[in-house]
């Protein structure tokens, strides 16, 4: 998408926002599946925008990024908080690269792993990045690699956690200064506790009607903060053994610089397998190599799949449910 194409997006977003209905469609990013439409309410939106506002601080002038796509909640979000704080819209198409015509750093910026990685490769798209006074950063994981590059920068960076049902985000987690911490700390109103299976439950009633089930694994600390092991619709049963894909992915990512997923495939003595996707460039006896030496003998993958490219959404979310169907193909 070009800058025009993305301008006119945002003008078409504008007129339906003051339109006088009270809703409007937005679609979920399909990583575990087909995207869906789903009708929130603008009222609900507004009040999702000024949670994240006021947990940042954020006031009348201050300038926002706008980067992501609009289809998607978090775009829309953006604008939303722009409206509803006052803020500066700085509308960039979305691209690997959404800092390098930039010649000031915004105020506050929403962006995915991905474009954050690239900007950091460029020596002036990394000042800029580091000049964010507020960068949040969502849409998928955020690889060791990355966490120990963004630990020393000088401004806030946090971690979001949050859904298109929740309008977006309803916790951060802070990845860098003295208040860096693996644990999410919910918005003022959200409250949380586990089902009978681990997940979270989110009860946020400003943004979201009904209380809200999860699929992703969950702790609660004693300060009602909470952590997420990974996802149940991750979770492999091998033999009888239940493996975690995020939890595999996060030991690998500290030995294996080159993009991968791990998935899984049905097999008659296993039930189930562990799987793993790389590009077919990347050297495959290496990669076993590192698996055998660093996984336990039971989360080591039984398959290798090279593949021209890794399935993504149209977030930059790890596509698992293509990826299933690609490990089950080979």
Request: proline share 5%; charged share 25%; aromatic share 6%.
């Amino acid at each position: 998408m070009n800058q025009s194409e993305f301008l006119q997006d945002l003008e078409a977003f504008l007129c339906e926002w003051h339109n006088d209905e009270p809703t409007l469609w937005v679609h979920t990013s399909g990583s575990t599946g087909t995207p869906k439409p789903l009708l929130v309410e603008k009222e609900r939106m507004r009040a999702s925008a000024r949670l994240t506002c006021s947990f940042l601080g954020l006031k009348e002038g201050d300038t926002a990024l706008l980067c992501m796509p609009l289809q998607y909640i978090a775009g829309k979000m953006v604008v939303v908080r722009s409206l509803v704080a006052g803020l500066k819209l700085v509308a960039v198409a979305p691209c690997g690269h959404p800092l390098k015509d930039l010649k000031e750093a915004p105020t506050f910026a929403a962006m995915i792993p991905m474009q954050v990685y690239n900007s950091l490769q460029s020596p002036e798209e990394a000042r800029i990045l580091k000049n964010i006074k507020h960068l949040i950063i969502g849409g998928g994981a955020i690889d060791a690699s990355l966490g120990k590059e963004l630990k020393d920068f000088p401004n806030a960076v946090w971690s979001t956690y949050g859904m298109t049902e929740t309008l977006s985000h309803i916790a951060l987690r802070r990845l860098n200064g003295t208040d860096a911490s693996d644990w999410y700390t919910p918005f003022e109103n959200v409250r949380i506790r586990l089902s009978e299976e681990g997940t979270l439950i989110i009860h946020a009633p400003n943004v979201c009607a009904e209380e809200l089930t999860t699929n992703d694994i969950a702790e609660i600390n004693e300060e009602g903060r909470f952590r997420i092991l990974g996802r149940k619709d991750n979770t492999i049963n091998s033999g009888g053994v239940k493996i975690q894909i995020e939890q595999v992915e996060s030991r690998l990512r500290e030995h294996l610089e080159i993009p991968f997923q791990i998935t899984s495939a049905p097999d008659a003595k296993f039930g189930e397998i562990v799987v793993l996707l790389y590009n077919k460039v990347d050297d495959e006896a290496n990669i076993r190599r590192i698996c055998e030496e660093t996984l336990p003998a039971y989360w080591v993958p039984k398959r290798y799949v090279a593949v021209n490219e890794l399935p993504l959404t149209g977030t930059g979310k790890p596509n698992r449910a293509t990826a299933r169907r690609m490990a089950t193909r080979e």
